[in-house]
């Protein structure tokens, strides 16, 4: 995909699909969401990032980097293979995703689909399995044995199994594969079905026209897999405890800054081994998308330390990122890199000169424009071409909740720059990112729908609640499609036809 493309696009996690078994997934939903976006003339369909989830239901604190999350697995293709019986299915929520009774209910069916494979597959199938292991194995391995660890463990952190598992001592490590074969096995099914489910989407969606834009958090989790087999490239103790952890500093909105407490990565160690980590992860993220969005890139450039005893943000310090030899190494190794840049936040000149330098187009969230006057970064007229521009993004409120809880002054910006009022100020929002310069434009679905507060996917800094949010066929009808088709055609982002207009 080509990042200086004029394109735009519709953000909608996979989980935030309808379906009957609990979340979206890969199934026959997806498919038909994107028909809907070919419809509306988009070319861009975002999401967040498709790793395991962690606490909170986060997909920004999964247990791997490498793995997809288990439970965007859809059961039909699993099903129609006949490893799988179909499922007598609980009554779900449609609107939204209770991980609780979904994530138990979908592992079952998994377990005795990858049973039904293990028993009943052709050779065909049990061929393709073993060369993908092998292609696979330079994080599978480690991945599906770290999972089925913890299985037994109740998911017990990595740092506190038996001493030879935790240092990975060889002979402990041989025992372990040879105790939790079967389980091994089940993950590396699971994680073969997930590869091969959004191969097929992402082939699907290319033949439409239309791009998958993936999502990739910069940090990872401490109990992750990633951390137990690497423990060497982050800031860990001699019992693997956190010494650093991440997040960032005090600022208006919080005066404790945040504390995320990511675990450091060593850059000098990463950076004595040319970055293979880092290559290694960017080349399995274009695996699965066309183009991805890198979270919080200001972290290359400087990130924020915090001593991992201290309970907030208050005592941390800036430090020096690797910064374009990182950026240079995958280049080198991988071509180009459709990336781009999170760059919101407390940004400096040298996240700006590292972005630019490479190449990497940075966001524009229109709906922090209208806080100040018209030299506002965010405001449309002031956007480079070189940019994504969005209405919101997962973190924010709606539109229309923006719009409910704006100050006065806000609305009346608004009202003077986008000639809109309560009833279309969903719309103005869109045409104003999509007739802007700006190369790339993407706008959730909530807003493309004209939703309220009660829809939106996340509240920073708040666990529990976030990450559910569910669509239904029905809210979408015929009148969104065309109506954000008309503005795509008529700002040159879409088929021009679209506009049907008279001869």
């Not at 720059?417 to 719309?427: F, V």
């Amino acid at each position: 995909m080509n990042l200086n493309d004029r394109t735009s696009g519709v953000l909608l996690h996979i989980t935030s699909l309808p379906g009957p078994h609990g979340m979206g997934d890969f199934g026959p939903d997806a498919y038909r969401f994107v028909d809907w976006l070919e419809s509306a003339g988009q070319g861009i369909w975002q999401l967040l990032p498709t790793t395991p989830i962690g606490p909170g239901d986060s997909p920004y604190q999964g247990v791997s980097a490498f793995a997809g999350s288990p439970w965007m697995v859809a059961l039909e293709p699993l099903i129609a293979k006949g490893w799988l019986a179909p499922p007598q299915v609980p009554d779900f929520d449609a609107g939204r995703v209770d991980y609780g009774r979904v994530t138990p209910w979908r592992e079952q069916q998994l377990r005795a689909a990858a049973q039904g494979f293990f028993a009943r597959a052709t050779a065909a199938d049990q061929a393709a399995f073993a060369a993908w292991c092998k292609a696979q194995q330079s994080w599978l391995d480690d991945y599906a044995l770290f999972m089925a660890i913890r299985s037994p463990l109740n998911g017990q952190p990595w740092w506190l199994w038996d001493d030879g598992l935790k240092r990975r001592q060889p002979q402990a490590l041989a025992q372990a594969r040879q105790q939790h074969g079967g389980e091994v096995a089940f993950w590396q099914f699971v994680q073969w079905q997930f590869d091969a489910q959004i191969g097929a989407l992402k082939a699907y969606a290319n033949e439409r026209g239309v791009h998958l834009m993936g999502d990739l958090p910069i940090f990872v989790a401490h109990d992750s897999a990633d951390c137990w087999s690497r423990p060497d490239l982050y800031f860990l103790d001699e019992d693997f405890q956190t010494t650093v952890v991440a997040g960032c500093p005090p600022d208006d909105l919080g005066p404790l800054g945040q504390r995320w407490g990511n675990p450091l990565y060593r850059w000098d160690r990463m950076a004595a081994e040319n970055y293979a980590w880092w290559t290694a992860r960017i080349r399995r993220a274009l695996s699965q998308a066309d183009v991805f969005r890198i979270d919080h890139f200001r972290g290359f450039a400087g990130y924020y330390e915090i001593p991992a005893d201290s309970p907030d943000a208050r005592r941390g310090e800036w430090k020096t990122g690797p910064g374009m030899p990182l950026f240079d190494a995958i280049r080198q190794a991988l071509g180009p890199l459709p990336i781009v840049a999170e760059d919101l936040g407390f940004i400096t000149d040298d996240v700006h000169e590292l972005r630019d330098g490479c190449g990497f187009p940075g966001m524009k969230i229109l709906q922090f424009g209208f806080g100040g006057e018209g030299d506002h970064e965010f405001l449309p007229h002031n956007w480079p071409r070189t940019s994504v521009a969005y209405t919101g993004t997962h973190d924010n409120d709606t539109v229309r909740g923006w719009w409910n809880a704006a100050k006065p002054r806000e609305r009346a910006f608004v009202g003077s720059y986008l000639a809109c009022g309560e009833h279309d100020i969903h719309w103005a929002m869109i045409r104003a990112c999509a007739n802007s310069v700006a190369n790339m434009a993407v706008y959730p679905l909530q807003d493309v729908l004209g939703l309220g507060s009660e829809h939106r996917m996340n509240v920073p800094g708040v666990l529990g609640g976030n990450w559910g949010w569910r669509f239904r066929w029905d809210m979408l009808g015929h009148e969104p499609a065309r109506v954000l088709g008309l503005i795509t055609a008529a700002a040159g982002r879409g088929p021009f036809d679209l506009l049907k207009l008279p001869d």
